[in-house]
């Protein structure tokens, strides 16, 4: 998975394309008597994200997927976006949905269609009782049975990169003294 939207997934096949984003930072000029304007800054904007993908028959249902994120626009509610990699970007509302059809069927279905969506942040004093809250189990790092900080005992968001095997070999080399010869050990010359 690239990312998820609240409960709108990004797979990887389907990743998007293009993707930006823009943070701007606001300032007030000052006039002042006989001398330049002075600079205040007032505030940090909101970061802007936009993502470019394509929704191929070959890998989605494109109908399907598109009517997805129309619901979320229309829910007008800031959604979490969370990264693969597990990095929370902060909470977010679809602003704008771009399609152009790519390629359609002789009776106007719809194979490819090229999406543009702009998400803009919503700051956290947004209110709280429109938070969507994704009901997926979120990406973690964490041993089934392991403890965390509260000092409880996880037992969701497994992650598949812990049933890795081990690597065969040594991670580092193991050297022993007798392996380096007294006679190329020399002194630094500082």
């Known amino acids: 998975m690239f990312a998820v939207l609240g409960e709108v997934p990004f797979e990887i096949v389907g990743s998007p394309e293009a993707f930006s984003d ?42 399907a997927s598109l009517l997805l994120l129309r619901q979320a626009a229309e829910a007008h509610s800031a959604m979490p976006l969370i990264f693969g990699n597990g990095d929370f970007r902060g909470y977010f509302v679809i602003t704008r949905i771009d399609t152009v059809s790519r390629q359609l069927s002789g009776v106007g279905e719809i194979i490819a269609i090229g999406v543009r969506v702009s998400l803009r942040e919503s700051p956290l004093d947004f209110d709280a009782t429109v938070l969507a809250i994704a009901s997926f189990v979120p990406l973690a790092l964490v041993a089934a049975g392991a403890s965390t900080n509260s000092g409880s005992v996880a037992s969701t968001g497994i992650s598949a990169l812990l049933a890795l095997s081990p690597p065969s070999a040594p991670s580092t080399p193991v050297l022993l003294a007798e392996d380096v010869p007294t006679s190329v050990i020399v002194r630094s010359a500082q």
Not at 29 to 49: F, G, K, N, S
Request: net charge neutral.
């Open 22 to 63: 823009s943070r701007g930072y606001d300032y007030a000029e000052q006039r002042v008597v006989q001398a330049r304007p002075r600079l205040q800054w007032l505030a940090d904007d909101l970061m802007t994200i936009r993502m470019e993908m394509l929704l191929h028959l070959s890998f989605t249902n494109p109908t």
